[in-house]
């Protein structure tokens, strides 16, 4: 068993099936929004970012490419090392093993965070977002690329999937912390069918992931999501 740095909130999908995940990975937004929205709030080029809860590395040489420095911290120590393997040739990565509530980081020293659908979910999440604002430079920005429940096919299978969950109090909870919201439309895009199902049972229970396949023709899904963001 991987070794998972003390109270990290597990993430079923990646840590059970990172190669399912890879392909996820490649299949979302192919059109470039994420990264435009991010950029408008805060450019990274000759930055230090973190990119918390990194995963395999996916995201650390996009941001490589223009960073003086990138760390990735990742509280399962199995994916991180994947990570380590995929950036060993890239002499400004780093990546630690860690959890959000407790990163292995100096005080500001990170101008840009970067977090995608890991760990930061709303409420419950307070101890992360403090260890945020004690690592980010005065100057720095963080922003967090959370599902939006509220509209799109994938918001509704969402919905669906989490009955439970609340998109007002979430949106209440990042708008009493400061955080601004940018609503943005991006797209799952898919090489086959195969793919699609295989990401779809990874992300769902079987049934209703068979059934979302059964519902839904072609290679794309519209993606509805949040990015959360706020300046130091």
């Known amino acids: 068993m991987a070794e ?12 059970n099936s990172p190669r399912v995940y890879e392909v996820e990975n490649r299949a979302v937004d192919p059109d ?30 996009f941001f490589a490419e223009e960073a003086d420095r990138v760390i990735g911290v990742e509280p399962h ?20 093993v860690g959890a959000a509530q407790a990163l292995p980081l100096p005080d500001a020293s990170v101008d840009v965070v970067h977090v995608r659908w890991a760990y930061f979910f709303g409420p419950g999440c307070e101890p992360g977002l403090a260890e945020l604002d ?7 920005a963080i922003m967090i690329i959370d599902n939006d ?7 509704g299978w969402f919905r669906r999937g989490l009955p439970k969950y609340d998109p007002g109090a979430v949106e209440r909870f990042w708008t009493r912390r400061g955080y601004h919201r940018e609503p ?9 069918r195969s793919d699609l199902a295989d990401v779809l049972r990874i992300e ?23 990015l959360w963001w706020r300046r130091a």
């Open 184 to 192: 943005l439309m991006i797209r799952w895009s898919f090489q086959n």
């Open 134 to 140: 004690r690592v980010v430079r005065r100057g720095g």
């Open 32 to 61: 470039g929004v994420l990264e435009a929205a991010m950029r408008a709030v805060r450019p990274w080029r000759g930055s230090t970012v973190l990119d918390l809860g990194c995963g395999t590395g996916f995201h650390l040489p």
């Open 77 to 96: 120590a199995g994916l991180a090392a994947t990570a380590r393997r995929r950036v060993r040739d890239l002499p400004n990565v780093t990546v630690r």
């Open 204 to 226: 769902f229970p079987r049934g209703l992931a068979d059934a979302f396949l059964r519902e839904h023709e072609g290679l794309d899904v519209d993606y509805a999501v949040n």
């Open 149 to 155: 429940a509220t509209r799109s096919t994938f918001g």
């Open 4 to 15: 998972i740095a003390p109270g990290a909130v597990p993430s079923p999908n990646i840590w």
